[in-house]
């Protein structure tokens, strides 16, 4: 893979939205990193920018707040985007803009998303003895080329990478790898959970959401 968004747990990335002065932290980051992250932590931005924010934890997860409304206007921010969060350790961290990324809406609801398709989940999925095999209409539809990942935005706005596995003999079989795994085990998924697959239009990106209407 080209960039392992999650390993080894010194980065993350995530939405700022335009609207809004805090961003998410990643559950399996915060968890790896907990312990040393300080009530205020410090920020580093691109051509020098410094800046405060306060963390707040949420359980086992947390946000950075209080700040960001001061890195939208150092930088001109007035769409959402997305940022790269590399961690320096003692709570300072390195972030990387990307401001093209204006197709993430910052309305929830925001039809800017295509479902691509629901799957239910068995006991052998949560056992972890059978993976998710994608719908052949949507391999036709996304997957033409036969990559070996596709980037996935998980319930917690954090992105990653997931890897596919072919079937050299069925050219339209196609199953979800790692990333999928991880994902029934951090985020808790049961059986007979839904699970929706839905593509940013625009984008490469499918998001990925828990028993959502």
Known sequence: ???KVMEPFMQFKTVLHADRDFVKIP???FRRWR???HHEVHIQGEDGGVFTCK???QGDSARLTNGFDEIKLFYDIEETVLIKFNYLRNSH???FIAYDADEFESDEEDPHEELLWRSTITQSMKNLTETLKIPEHVVHYILPHRPEEIIVLLPDQSLERWTLH??????????LGHGWYDFIGFFDIHQHDTI?????IGTD???VAVNED
């Open 166 to 175: 072919w079937n050299v003999l069925t050219p339209n079989d196609c199953r």
């Open 205 to 207: 990106i499918i998001r």
């Open 196 to 200: 929706k697959f839905m593509t940013i």
């Open 55 to 57: 963390l707040e934890p």
């Open 35 to 37: 312990h040393e992250l």
């Open 93 to 95: 961290f390195a972030i």
């Open 27 to 29: 559950r399996r980051f």
């Open 1 to 3: 893979m080209t960039d």
